[in-house]
């Protein structure tokens, strides 16, 4: 099959691909990129292990062509630290409230979060669950993982004691 | 030597971070930053892709399979079939059932999706296109899907490879279709003990065909060095060392030539105990091509064709006297095993450990049997988060004590404190023949009740009623049986149901553990190095855990039925007494004192009545590589394979609160408060957190999840559209909380956990529904408690507008 030329902006940083116009962005972070912090749990849109951020939204990268993301901003959980190489107040949270156990959803759970705390500063639970529900976790029950949110929320808005 | 650390014992205890703290988890570390490495993760030089051609037909004879066009894709390397399988004996495969399984389909198709062709190709959309060129001509056969119908004199014969068997791996059959028979108890007593009884009751239970769906599907890369002649392959094996053995019995290499290695594993939840031929095919390609080869299922043929859950028919008859006393239990099961009996229980037991069926309870008879038929739909039986066949025993007793309450008008919770097992009767040996290690039933329920006022809720409930409302309150009291198993009566394909533990210290005083187990998410790397921290006196941050690599891990049987802490933790504790016996040894010839002038405390020998005479544990580490007693072996190391005495019974008390709107059937769960009681707890962060993810598994099997087939055998739904994963939005809060009765013959006392919360958590659910529609007489409602089938029950009850 032909293939197109991509252009887009990972984790700050340039890259370029030759890739079929099928090609899945998942796919095209995984394979071409090396980047498998996002995961496939479903390929149909609905588990959410494979979110990434594109341009300022959260998107399902299964359910996107690598073409599609010609030009776009995209950043993946491994984009997700500090600058300096600490851990996020998100990441920090996941790991302080048991938000995760295997693991799988965690890099989608993050990165939806992140997005998140983004649109609304200051979440209730119930908007962070309404918030999260793109993404499934077999695993934690999610009463962790909204902990693990609040953790981060509370950080962000200088309520760090509370997050003690 | 004198103690050179400041510490009040109580920093010393924190320092070392053992048995007991809320300890962060080791994992999370790669987890949170995307650097876990799951099988999909796998990526080797030349690797290649593998994925199947699939039946759409549910029961068929293959008139032929045309793969030409196939091989024509580019891209397309290679198409194994049947056919290419059977020189090297490989197109069938023995399951741990002791039937056999076809791995790529044998003439006929059994199951809908079932294998027919393995496509292999150098990147994942070759190998699509190859899968669709894959030409098959298929012979439509009548197709069987009802369990009840299996056993019919007229009813197709399925496995016609096996028809003739008298034996399919489990005992005599009866029929063609049939698998097995299970009895256990006494029928004598039993049908004594109903007629002679004041009351008895009867209920048809069906526990549905569900998918522990994992949210990372199954999947393995196997490869082939064809220069030495090794194997390695990494793949989603909750049990690798049992792979390991499998594939040297199936594909005749010698086991040392192979090393499967499981690397991080996305949840398994029972779903990844099974052998499927997806792994045959990858090690067979591989073998043949020479390179590397991948399969991954997607999560259709995950819920379609790897190993479901239940699908257990089952029929409950109490015995009992006019107060509510339980005098026998009658117990049959129509077990619905697929086209394979390929359900994962230890050989011996068919019904796995069904017979904990008489539950938390006092029961002097019962007896049970179990048929096990196959129908066209996909193998397995796994335990979905539980021990073997115990959430379906479970289930079945705490329903069945509920109808039992409502026909002799007693309190639910009245009645099962009414039939509990005495504190005083442990340890106790049940009428079906377990041997319970330890339990205070009494104490957990009245813990629960007074928590959530049981009292009022009630009160409320009778008010709700005056006014038409539903308000349902569900209880469920029940042990589980975990920790297989004792080698005396547990083993897989011979091989004894111990587990093991490796404990390596360095000189420095840090440490590296490797056991048999394998984690999927329940935090091993954190709490059995809390377990050998508090044994060895070294902090649990500076022990490193391993596991899931049979080149480096010692022998052991896996992670599932809960058996991680009572087996290989018990190993664990055991091989660090070894090191801290040796330990002692070394710290006497260090003191110059006799042995037994010694005493531990926290991470140190103190010499008795000299307390600034001592020797910490990591001063012991460096003196074991260098100044020993004579003729001592230098090191600090140890092994211990741990066959258990016994199993462990772990046991809770859960409630559960709905409200259910008669108009729309929506169910609202308006409170849940878990009690567990899993002996010793070694990290109660983890334990809640398993609690937690148990939970909300039992609320989706009991709220929504259903593997539903139509009448020609077509799986309706195995996608995440249809099939029930629950959202944080649908998922309740939890309450939890807990008691400690240790299990006097573990090491540390601990249970076990993980599974508890879904045993008991799907009969808290299911009770509390039929509870809100038990003043009108309902005393059973099948699962799951959807809407639509709540609001039948409302419309049939003449409430539903
Ligand atoms: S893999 Fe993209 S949503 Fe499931
Ligand atoms: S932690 Fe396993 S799926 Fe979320």
């Known amino acids: ?98 938000g995760l156990q295997c693991g799988f959803c965690t890099p989608g759970m993050i990165m939806r979060a992140h997005r998140l705390l983004q649109e609304n500063r200051d979440p209730s639970d119930d908007e962070i669950r309404m918030g999260l529900s793109g993404n499934l976790c077999r695993c934690t029950g999610y009463q962790n993982i909204v902990k693990a949110v609040r953790y981060a929320a509370d950080k962000l808005n200088g309520r760090q004691e509370a997050a003690e | 030597m004198s103690d050179a650390s400041e510490m009040t014992l109580e920093q010393r205890e924190a320092t070392i971070g053992g048995i007991g703290c809320a300890r962060r988890r080791k994992e999370d570390v790669r987890f949170i930053q995307g650097k876990g490495n799951y099988v999909d993760d796998v990526k080797l030089p030349g690797q290649v892709f593998g994925d199947f051609v699939r039946s759409p037909h549910a029961h068929a004879r293959i008139k032929s399979i045309d793969t030409e066009k196939a091989l024509a894709v580019p891209g397309v390397l290679a198409v194994l079939t049947a056919n290419d399988l059977k020189p090297l004996n490989l197109h069938w495969m023995p399951t741990l059932a002791g039937d056999s399984q076809a791995v790529l389909a044998d003439e006929k198709v059994h199951f809908q999706n079932q294998e027919v062709a393995f496509v292999i190709g150098e990147d994942r959309y070759a190998v699509s296109d190859g899968v669709q060129a894959v030409e098959i001509d298929y012979e439509d056969l009548p197709v069987l899907v009802d369990p009840k119908q299996a056993l019919a004199k007229d009813a197709p014969v399925l496995r016609e490879d096996a028809a003739a068997k008298d034996d399919v791996g489990q005992g005599p059959r009866k029929h063609p279709n049939h698998i097995f028979n299970w009895d256990v108890g006494d029928k004598g007593a039993t049908d004594k003990a109903f ?140 077990a619905d095993h697929g086209a394979f009996n390929a359900h994962a229980q230890p050989t011996k037991w068919p019904a796995g450990l069904f017979s904990i069926v008489t539950g938390s309870y006092d029961i002097p008879a019962a007896h049970v049997s179990v048929d096990g038929v196959y129908t066209n739909k996909a193998p397995g039986g796994v335990a979905y988060r539980c021990s073997f066949r115990v959430t379906e025993a479970s289930y079945l007793i705490e329903r069945m004590i509920d109808v039992l309450a409502q026909k002799v008008g007693l309190d639910k919770a009245e009645i099962r404190a009414r039939n509990f097992i005495k504190p005083e009767q442990f340890p106790y040996t049940s009428c079906l023949g377990w041997d319970y290690d330890s339990g205070d039933y009494p104490r957990a329920l009245a813990k629960v009740l007074d928590a959530v006022d049981y ?190 005495p016994n199993f462990t019974y772990p046991f809770g008390a859960y409630l559960c609160v709905v409200d259910v709107d008669r108009l729309t059937g929506e169910v609202k769960v308006r409170r849940f408060y878990a009690l567990d009681d899993c002996g010793t707890r070694i990290n109660p962060m983890i334990i809640e957190g398993q609690v937690h993810g148990g939970l909300t598994e039992a609320f989706a099997i009991a709220m929504g999840q259903e593997l539903i087939f139509d009448e020609t055998g077509n799986i309706q739904g195995a996608s995440l559209m249809d099939y029930f994963v629950p959202t944080a939005v649908e998922t309740p809060v939890w309450e939890t909380g807990h008691t400690v009765t240790p299990s006097p013959h573990h090491p540390i006392g601990a249970k076990g956990v993980g599974e508890s919360p879904n045993v008991g958590g799907v009969s808290a659910f299911s009770n509390a529904v039929v509870d809100a529609f038990a003043h009108l007489d309902v005393t059973h409602m099948p699962m799951p408690h959807t809407p639509w089938r709540v609001w039948k029950q409302c419309e049939a009850l003449g409430i539903g507008e």
């Not at chain 2, 009160?459 to 297989?484: D, N, S, Y």
Request: aromatic fraction near 6%.
């Open chain 1, 1 to 98: 099959m032909n293939k197109t030329a991509v252009k887009m902006t990972v984790n700050g940083q340039a890259v370029e691909g030759q890739v079929e116009p099928r090609l899945l962005l998942i796919h095209f972070l995984r394979e071409n990129l090396g980047l498998t912090g996002p995961h496939v749990g479903c390929e149909t849109s609905h588990c959410g292990a494979c979110t990434v951020d594109l341009d300022g939204t959260s998107i399902k990268s299964c359910t996107v062509f690598a073409v599609q993301a010609e030009g776009a901003s995209i950043t993946t959980i491994e984009g997700m630290a500090n600058a300096d190489g600490t851990l996020s107040a998100l990441q920090e949270g996941f790991m302080q409230e048991h």
């Open chain 2, 195 to 334: 007629a002679g009884a004041a009351v008895t009751v009867k209920e048809d239970v069906l526990y549905q065909r569900v998918h522990p769906c994992p949210l990372e599907p199954c999947g393995c890369v196997a490869s082939m060095d064809k220069i030495t002649g090794e194997l390695t392959v990494y793949g989603t094996f909750q049990a690798p060392h049992v792979v390991r053995t499998i594939v040297s019995l199936i594909a005749g290499l010698p086991e040392h030539k192979i090393r499967v290695i499981a690397p991080d594993i996305g949840g398994g939840f029972g779903n990844k105990v099974g052998a499927y031929p997806g792994y045959v095919c990858s090690v067979v390609g591989t073998i043949v091509l020479g390179r590397p080869v991948k399969w991954v299922e997607n999560r259709i043929d995950n819920i379609s064709t790897t190993a479901f859950a239940r699908d257990y028919h089952m029929t409950g008859e109490l015995a009992a006297d006019e107060d509510g006393r339980i005098t026998g239990l009658r117990v049959y099961v129509l």
């Open chain 2, 455 to 644: 009292k009022g809720l009630r009160e409320e409930q009778a008010e709700k009623r005056e006014r038409g409302e539903l308000m349902g309150i569900g209880i469920a009291t029940f042990t589980e049986i975990v920790g297989a198993g004792p080698s005396r009566n547990c083993d897989i394909l011979g091989i004894g149901m111990f587990d093991s533990c490796e404990i390596r210290v360095h000189p420095t005083g840090s440490a590296i553990a490797r056991l048999g187990t394998k984690s999927q998410g329940q935090g091993h790397e954190t709490t059995y190095a809390q377990i050998i921290a508090t044994e060895l006196g070294l902090p649990s941050d500076d022990i490193a855990v391993e596991e899931g690599d049979t080149d480096t891990a010692p022998y052991g049987l896996g992670t599932y039925g809960s058996r991680s802490t009572p087996v290989a933790g018990a190993a664990a504790a055991h091989a660090a007494r070894k090191i801290r016996a040796k330990a002692q040894k070394i710290a006497a010839h260090m003191l110059e004192v006799a042995e037994g002038d010694l005493e531990w405390e926290i991470d140190r020998f103190k010499v008795k009545g000299l307390p600034e005479k001592v020797a910490t544990m990591k001063q012991i580490a460096f003196a074991a590589y260098q100044s020993l007693p004579e003729g001592m072996e230098p090191g600090l190391e140890a092994v211990n394979y741990y066959d258990p």
